[in-house]
């Protein structure tokens, strides 16, 4: 069975730095593309980051962009999301998804698939 598990999440004070990871089990993770998006309480959910299945292609929301990096490994079937100089604003539960669509890029940028399979969830919280 297909499996994303997150880990990492945390309370951490403002400027401060976390790195989230995202575990896959029953599939070889280099054939997929993953995202990470967030969700706050009362808030819709928002998109992260994306990385293509050879981290080729990067794309990050402008809420994050500079602050945060993802990455994968993929002989460790894992991918990560460093966080750094964290704001209040960035509290919320963080999610992985994972998509098989073949990678699509729009006069140069790589363009975020639409994501099937998703993780629980790990919990971020910023504050003093």
């Known amino acids: 069975q297909f499996q994303l598990v997150e880990s990492g999440g945390d309370l951490v004070q403002p400027g401060g730095s976390l790195r989230l990871a995202c575990a896959a089990s029953?599939?070889?993770?280099?054939?997929?593309?993953i995202g990470w998006f967030r969700q706050a309480p009362g808030k819709e959910r928002e998109r992260v980051s994306c990385?293509?299945?050879?981290?080729?292609?990067?794309t990050y929301s402008d809420s994050v962009k500079g602050r945060f990096t993802v990455s994968r490994d993929n002989a460790k079937n894992t991918a990560y999301l460093q966080m750094n100089s964290l704001k209040p604003e960035d509290s919320a539960v963080y999610y992985c998804?994972?998509?098989?669509?073949?990678?699509?890029?729009?006069?140069?940028?790589?363009?975020?698939?639409?994501?099937?399979?998703w993780g629980q969830g790990t919990q971020v919280t910023v504050s003093s």
């Open positions: 998804a994972a998509s098989s669509t073949l990678p699509s890029y729009d006069r140069g940028d790589y363009v975020c698939p639409d994501f099937d399979v």
């Open positions: 029953g599939i070889a993770l280099d054939d997929y593309a």
């Open positions: 990385i293509s299945s050879t981290s080729i292609g990067i």
